[in-house]
């Protein structure tokens, strides 16, 4: 996996046809990967298993599923079903998720993030690689009276974390197998994120984890009024602190400066400095912000990237 894309279609007639066409689509730009949002809609690791099975060939992800509100068994279930469905493809994204939208849909306490994290990610990785578990925790139990194995997903299933602050990243960096980090830019990676979590995975014996860059970006040639769309759309996510400190060691004041926005030439240069942030995968979202023309058109330039990225990594292994 190199270059990828979110795919929302939520206000389609029919989300689940919609995403379909749409995966399809990014399959035939080159695009490798389609990514999923989990909100209060549609079930991610559902639409991930259908289209996965739908485009052969295209990986499929979440990004990413709340802990809060989940339980580790039933999580497994679904990613484990997802990973047999696209026989191999499926990568499993959770986060934290927020003390608002924890507390207001729920109607559970968001307490003790860091340790409900590290705990829910330890009974998962037993279920996933084993297919059974006997964890018993401060908050969590979860415990198998009958296999929970998923004929078809021995392969296990890679887990990723939306993590950026420290205490996740070193949980994630010692359980997880990468992270997904959004409105990080190269800044902050390099610094701040990427040193941590390879810190982190060092420390515990853990191979090199993957980051899998989340970036809101497209390529258009209207760039005030994508600018303008990006600010609106984004600026709700600055009452979060998570997000208001990376924005901050990203270098940015708003959201929206963190949306990569301009010609292919530019976008191709910030995707390169990701990379060289130590982003192993960059995955544009929003790409729809500024009409379908120019979605289509950032597509193609990220297709193409993705191409080249492969061919070189070839021509290395060679």
């Known amino acids: 996996m190199t270059v990828g894309v979110t795919l929302n279609a939520s206000d389609a007639p029919n989300q689940v046809d919609a995403t379909v066409q749409l995966a399809r689509e990014a399959a035939?730009?080159?695009?490798?990967?389609?990514?999923?949002?989990?909100?209060?809609?549609?079930?991610?690791?559902?639409?991930?298993?259908?289209?996965?099975?739908?485009?052969?060939?295209?990986?499929?992800?979440?990004?990413?599923?709340?802990?809060?509100?989940?339980?580790?068994?039933?999580?497994?279930?679904?990613?484990?079903?997802?990973?047999?469905?696209?026989?191999?493809?499926?990568?499993?994204?959770?986060a934290l998720g927020t003390k608002l939208l924890t507390e207001t849909a729920f109607g559970l306490p968001f307490e003790r993030p860091i340790a409900r994290l590290r705990e829910f990610l330890t009974a998962l990785r037993q279920l996933i690689q084993t297919g059974t578990a006997g964890f018993h925790g401060e908050l969590l139990t979860a415990t198998t009276p009958m296999p929970a194995r998923v004929a078809g997903a021995e392969g296990g299933v890679p887990v990723l974390v939306a993590a950026m602050g420290p205490q996740a990243l070193r949980v994630s960096g010692e359980l997880a197998d990468g992270i997904l980090p959004y409105l990080a830019g190269p800044r902050a990676l390099a610094e701040h994120i990427v040193p941590a979590l390879t810190a982190a995975a060092e420390a515990a014996g853990r191979?090199?984890?993957?980051?899998?860059?989340?970036?809101?970006?497209?390529?258009?040639?209207?760039?005030?009024?994508?600018?303008?769309?990006?600010?609106?759309?984004?600026?709700?996510?600055?009452?979060?602190?998570?997000?208001?400190?990376?924005?901050?060691?990203?270098?940015?004041?708003?959201?929206?400066?963190?949306?990569?926005?301009?010609?292919?030439?530019?976008?191709?240069?910030?995707?390169?400095?990701?990379r060289d942030a130590g982003a192993t995968e960059v995955v544009f979202s929003a790409t729809e912000i500024a009409g379908e023309a120019d979605r289509r058109r950032t597509w193609a330039l990220l297709g193409e990237l993705a191409s080249r990225e492969e061919e070189l990594t070839t021509k290395k292994n060679s």
């Open 207 to 274: 191979p090199a984890p993957r980051v899998v860059a989340l970036v809101p970006g497209v390529v258009t040639d209207d760039v005030d009024a994508a600018r303008a769309k990006a600010t609106e759309n984004l600026a709700f996510l600055e009452q979060f602190p998570s997000y208001a400190r990376v924005i901050e060691l990203s270098g940015g004041r708003r959201a929206a400066d963190l949306a990569v926005i301009g010609d292919e030439k530019t976008v191709e240069a910030e995707v390169r400095r990701y």
């Open 28 to 94: 035939a730009a080159g695009l490798r990967s389609a990514w999923f949002g989990q909100t209060f809609g549609a079930d991610s690791p559902q639409l991930a298993a259908l289209v996965g099975r739908e485009v052969p060939g295209l990986h499929v992800g979440t990004s990413a599923i709340p802990v809060f509100g989940r339980h580790p068994l039933l999580v497994s279930s679904q990613a484990q079903t997802a990973q047999a469905a696209t026989h191999g493809r499926y990568h499993l994204g959770l």
